[in-house]
């Protein structure tokens, strides 16, 4: 598993680092001290999971995620517990204090090669700089206002645009991403999500009910009774792709 030490305070870093080092399960491929160098060092190494301090000058370890258009695994370090609940708002993977002790550190690498052993991620080599393709496996960082979610997108059942923004549906919640839907749509796997509108990506895992609608267009219902309705000229590529 690659790895990224992303800690402002030099000492903490090595004494981690070292604390990996002595691991065969992990590679550490870089450190960073700030969420700018981090967010660099991310674009360039592509790493498995990031260990992350919360609180570092000018930007903590929140506005980071926030800034990531891919999340890798998030593993939060640091010497204060206040932010733990926190912590797993966003579904952060483990949440080590400081000290770190060792058996606390293999437990958390334990529980991250479960996640990865139990999903692969497709990537799309014919996209431009080779993305991968956001999949029902792949999790989202998603902040509205104070609150923050790491969300599967297996769980959204829909994305809305609302202006320059859009709005993301799971359980009982509908925060709002400063994001245009046809970026968004470019990201997604198409076999699982389908862009039925101008203003609507559904989750097609979701769908519990088809129903024909005026000039040759459908309207989908989605398990917990959104209906959406689906332009003519979507209905008919809906219809080709889901039929047998």
Known sequence: MRAIVIDDERLARKELINLLNQLESVEVVGEAVNVDDAKDKIEQLNPDVIFLDIQMPEKTGFDLLEELDNVPHVIFTTAYD????????????????????????????????????????????????????????????VKDGDRCWFVRLSNVRLFESDGNYIKVYFDNFKPMIHKSLNALDERLDEKSFFRASRKHIINLGWVEGIEPWFNGGLVVTLRGGDRIEVSRRQAARFKEMMSL
């Open 82 to 141: 206040e932010y733990a609940l926190k912590a797993f708002q966003v579904n952060a993977l483990d949440y080590l204090l400081k000290p770190i002790e060792p058996k606390r550190l293999e437990e958390a690498l334990i529980k991250l090669q479960g996640k990865i052993d139990g999903f692969t991620k497709s990537e799309d080599s014919q996209s431009p700089n080779n993305q991968k393709k956001l999949t029902l496996d792949d999790q989202v960082f």
